[in-house]
């Protein structure tokens, strides 16, 4: 048979009646390419490869475009049913062996080369590692919180000057986000707790209560609950939320600041 031609034939899993393209001249042909209808297909294109008889979908695409590798029935956009070591794996095109980039079964993430986030801007871009938090009442993005130490495990708002069991900022939109719950019964990411920041640039509400704030001053909790101010070096030990890279100058506003406990 020529390189090429598309065949007609029935009894390819069902009793349905499917197109298949091949490029094969043995009498056992490779069936690449199907497009099936009826109950069992769903509408469905596939890439398949097998003998005549028996080939095994390998590629999906379903009638409402959804893409499923190693599965035939994907829920998503696009779904991977990895092989026993990879779910992904990039590599070099240089150097086909050194794979670049990999999932593993097990769902680690490997990348060799660094990981870019956010816009870039200094004060839009994502320039902060944060993690998942319990805390024991509301926060909100900004707020410096310290360990609650009538609740194990949760945070709350700073409640002191020079709190000593500051633990950082409340993350406005960070560019990874570590510690996220998953619900392996419903498949779900869905998260709605804090984030905090412990690492990188963050917006953080101050007052002046301290005096004015002028970049790279030690910032502290102030008496205000969730609010910083500046701190006064010798009296910063422990108690250290971050270092200001912008001033204020008078009453309350929000700053970036440099995220450095100490």
């Known amino acids: 048979m020529n390189s090429g031609i598309f065949v007609l034939g029935p009894n390819l899993a069902d009793s349905n009646v499917k197109m298949y393209s091949t490029f094969s001249d043995s009498a056992a042909w490779d069936y690449l390419i199907g497009l099936s209808g009826g109950s069992s297909g769903h ?33 998503a956009t696009l779904e991977v049913h990895g092989s026993a070591t990879n779910l992904l794996a990039l590599y070099d095109p ?6 670049k980039f990999r999932v593993t079964k097990t769902g680690e993430v490997r990348a060799d080369g660094a990981y870019y986030s956010g816009t870039g801007g200094f004060h ?9 938090i319990n805390t024991s009442e509301w926060v909100e993005a900004g707020y410096v919180v310290e360990i609650d130490p009538d609740h194990p495990g949760f945070f709350r708002k700073s409640s002191s000057l020079y709190g000593t069991k500051v633990a950082g900022i409340i993350s406005t939109s960070p560019g990874v986000i570590l510690g996220n719950s998953f619900d392996e019964a419903t498949d779900d990411w869905e998260d709605n707790r804090p984030v905090l920041a ?18 790279g001053d ?33 009453e ?5 600041v440099q995220v450095m406990l100490r």
Do not use: H, W, Y
């Open 43 to 75: 509408g469905q294109l596939r890439f398949v490869t097998g003998p005549s008889g028996s080939p095994q979908p390998r590629m999906v695409v379903d009638k409402i475009g959804r893409v499923g590798i190693g599965t035939t029935t994907p829920n």
């Open 218 to 250: 030690l910032l502290v909790s102030s008496s205000t609950p969730g609010v910083a101010m500046k701190g006064d070096p010798a009296a910063c030990v422990g108690a250290v939320i971050g270092k200001a890279m912008e001033p204020l100058e008078e």
């Open 198 to 215: 412990i690492a990188g640039r963050v917006p953080l509400q101050v007052t002046t209560e301290n005096g004015s704030i002028q970049i």
């Open 252 to 256: 309350t506003g929000t700053i970036v």
């Open 124 to 132: 839009t871009g994502n320039a902060d590692v944060a993690e998942r």
């Open 94 to 99: 240089v150097a086909p062996t050194d794979p």
